[in-house]
């Protein structure tokens, strides 16, 4: 995704211009990190009509680690001093 994609992610889900793949790929993000049991057999079918088994694994995968760091960030207090590396460019 690039960054005009990206900053579609701050819109209610009807007022993203995502394709298909983006928008369930989001939502699998979106349903993980708030709702997990909400990924029933119905949304993996979905899921599956759209990506291979190996692409649904390895988004998940994907999707499960930067949610744990996230927390682990915030746990340890330091979400606010990764976001300061972003904002000024001090890598």
Do not use: W
């Not at 088994?53 to 960030?73: H, K, W």
């Amino acid at each position: 995704m690039d960054e005009e994609t990206i900053a579609q992610l701050d819109l209610p889900a009807d007022e993203r211009k995502l394709d298909p793949r983006e928008a369930l790929a989001v939502r699998y993000a979106e349903n993980l990190a708030q709702d997990f049991h909400s990924l029933d057999s119905a949304f993996m079918a979905e899921l599956r009509e759209h990506f291979s088994e190996a692409e649904t694994v390895e988004l998940g995968m994907m999707i499960g680690q930067y949610l744990s760091f996230g927390r682990l960030l915030v746990i340890h207090g330091l979400n606010k001093a990764a976001c300061e590396i972003y904002t000024t460019g001090e890598l």
